[in-house]
């Protein structure tokens, strides 16, 4: 159990268990906290085609287990499944973070952590993406809610976890455990376009610094 005491959740049916599909343990800690201090039963349920490299996939995937058997909670590993991810976004390669390829990123993910809670029995499916704040959390909760809409009984739980601390606890939790924090979301496209950003304003500093000369 998490000894950090914080208010406790409801979920939003009467009595269940909770898919809980995460991405990274950065991303995830608070919530699992927050759900153990609730004490609401619950798994995670891995499923991140998207990220890339490999290696990257790995470290993210393989520190979430960690903190997962520290607290006792269930592991689903859905495992890698990179073309089916690539074959989704095909044509969509040049789209901003946020934009439609992110929906379509969402969409592939959710759909299969609804799959997985329906035939678990799980009556409750969540994740943690919309923590992140390199995401739209309206766009999460539309995908989510898309998903769980094909099977009778299984309601998503769109839950705001940045408030009321979550997105504080999220970054003082990662600091406390140690977690390797990414700088980008996890898809190639993402990194593409984000080392560029890096690069235009590297030099942008670099030009000012020589017209200061």
């Known amino acids: 159990m998490v000894a950090r005491e ?3 959740l409801s979920l939003p049916c009467e009595q269940g268990k909770v898919l809980l599909h995460c991405c990274c343990a950065p991303c995830a800690g608070a919530v699992i906290e927050a759900l153990l201090w609730s004490q609401i039963e ?4 891995f499923y991140n085609p998207n990220i890339h490299p490999r290696r990257e ?13 520290i607290h006792g909670v269930p592991f689903v590993d859905a495992d890698y499944d990179p073309a089916v991810w690539f074959e989704r976004v095909r044509g969509l390669e040049a789209e901003p973070e946020r934009g439609a390829r992110c929906s379509i990123c969402f969409d592939l993910r959710l759909e299969r952590a609804a799959r997985y809670a329906h035939d678990a029995d799980f009556t409750v499916m969540a994740t943690t993406l919309g923590i992140s704040r390199w995401k739209k959390i309206e766009q999460v909760d539309a995908s989510g809610r898309q998903a769980a809409a094909h099977y009778p009984g299984l309601t998503y739980w769109a839950h705001n976890w940045r408030k009321r601390g979550g997105a504080e606890r999220s970054v003082t939790l990662s600091r406390e455990e140690g977690f390797y924090r990414q700088d980008y979301c996890g898809c190639v496209y993402s990194r593409r376009q984000l080392r560029a950003a890096s690069q235009a304003r590297s030099e942008v500093v670099s030009l000012t610094h020589q017209a200061d000369s």
């Open 6 to 8: 914080r208010p406790k």
């Open 42 to 45: 619950h798994a995670i349920f």
């Open 57 to 69: 996939y790995l470290r993210r995937k393989e520190e979430l287990q960690r903190f997962a058997l």
